[in-house]
């Protein structure tokens, strides 16, 4: 009884980290991005930006404020989003309002990771937002991926939606 | 009649009666949680939690868990297993392990291995700060200036945690891990209990036999063998009626 127990708690407990997988930091998808890495600022999830992330998402935000780099018409927002228990890290690399590469830089759920590949998130490279606020590009789903896929294509209107609000 | 009663039919007949009968409540119970689990997303099964102190003791979380808790300004800090707390209030689930919090002017810093979390006055999550260097202590001077210690150096921002620079260890107030306050203790004890297993979890445990070990397993397998037999007994008993009856009515004509 008392082994069962331990497996039954060990099991609930560690399945979340099991899964967590980081393929790039942080620091190395911002210096792909930039010759010199500028230094962050902060955007803020002002009471007029909140109920438009509000919508994007689907939910609150988990957020008020997260950091950017910029250098001229180029932004750099790395963001998370769940895809359907874990958040899923995001780099997004924006130039002159089209995003030029997305990226995976940590996937924690235990499906879904078929969108970290570039077949996936190649077809995000030049899309722009709508004044909808939707994608210029339909992005085509995975089969067994469908959080997953709704979680990145969420991230890629937020980072575009930001990109848009600190340089109209 | 002898004969009829020794009949390998009758046999099977009397097979297919009692495996049905034998494995029915399990079947049933298995349809009900496929069901429900085929709904999860729409039951918000993976978000609600059970409450249950049966089911809860039947898992082996009837014990508590260590805390850790740090003090800063007016406010707990605290982390049981990987769930933080803002007093009562849970934070982040999966958090790295916590090594202190502190309180500036304008908003409080969490200080987890390779990360830092931000929080409002009333607790709300501002940023989370991913860090490369795995994060030893985090203290703070004036009103914002928040420092951490990392391996072999410590760092120091003044512009609410967006860079940082070396910094010197003098007059630092570090964070230091402080005993919680008993009813505060109690409070999050009872409530992390009941935010551990989802319905899903449960459901996906009692589908699969593990919630009562091999022994469930086992019982969920053998289910499972003896469904095919019934279907294959079912089938064989079908056909064989389907001809007796069809050699009886050309007999009639």
């Keep these: 009884m008392k082994s069962l127990k331990l497996f039954l708690v060990a099991a609930l407990l560690w399945t979340p980290l099991l899964y967590a997988e980081q393929y790039l930091s942080e620091a190395s998808f911002v210096a792909s991005a930039f010759k010199t890495p500028p230094k962050p600022k902060s955007f803020w999830l002002t009471p007029t930006i909140k109920p438009i992330v509000q919508q994007l998402l689907q939910h609150p935000p988990a957020f008020l404020r997260t950091r950017y780099w910029q250098e001229q018409q180029r932004t750099v927002w790395i963001l998370e989003e769940i895809g359907k228990n874990e958040p899923i890290t995001v780099g997004v690399i924006i130039d002159n309002h089209h995003i030029v590469q997305l990226q995976v830089l940590a996937f924690r759920e235990s499906r879904g990771w078929e969108v970290k590949h570039s077949f996936f998130t190649d077809q995000f490279i030049a899309s722009t937002l709508s004044t909808e606020q939707s994608l210029s590009q339909s992005i085509d789903g995975i089969s067994g991926a469908t959080l997953s896929v709704n979680a990145l294509t969420k991230i890629a209107q937020l980072a575009l939606f930001f990109d848009q609000s600190i340089s109209p | ?253």
């Design chain 2, 1 to 253: 009649m002898k004969n009829a009663r020794k009949s390998p039919w009758r046999l099977l007949y009397k097979l297919h009666r009692y495996l049905g009968l034998a494995i029915s409540v399990i079947l049933i119970l298995l349809a009900i949680t496929g069901i429900a689990l085929n709904h999860t997303d729409d039951w918000q099964l993976n978000s609600r939690y059970i409450k249950s102190p049966t089911v809860l003791n039947w898992y082996g979380l009837n014990r508590p868990s260590a805390i850790r808790s740090f003090k800063a300004g007016p406010h707990w800090i605290s982390q049981l297993d990987q769930q933080s707390y803002f007093d009562t209030q849970a934070l982040i689930t999966n958090s790295p392990l916590l090594v202190g919090a502190i309180r500036t002017e304008a908003f409080f810093v969490l200080a987890f291995e390779k990360q830092l979390l931000l929080l409002s006055d009333n607790g709300t999550v501002i940023e989370k700060i991913p860090l490369e260097q795995a994060i030893h202590s985090i203290g703070v001077t004036e009103p914002d200036s928040v420092f951490i210690r990392l391996d072999s150096q410590i760092k120091v921002s003044h512009d609410g945690l967006l860079s940082w620079q070396s910094a010197p260890d003098s007059g630092i107030q570090w964070s230091q891990e402080t005993a919680l306050p008993e009813p505060l203790s109690d409070q999050i004890q009872q409530t992390h209990r009941q935010h551990i297993i989802p319905y899903e979890r449960f459901l996906l445990d009692l589908h699969s036999g593990r919630l009562f070990g091999e022994v469930g397993v086992f019982i969920v397998d053998l289910s499972g063998i003896l469904l095919i037999l019934l279907t294959v007994s079912g089938c064989w008993i079908w056909i064989r009626h389907r001809i007796k009856s069809r050699f009886h009515n050309k007999r009639l004509y």
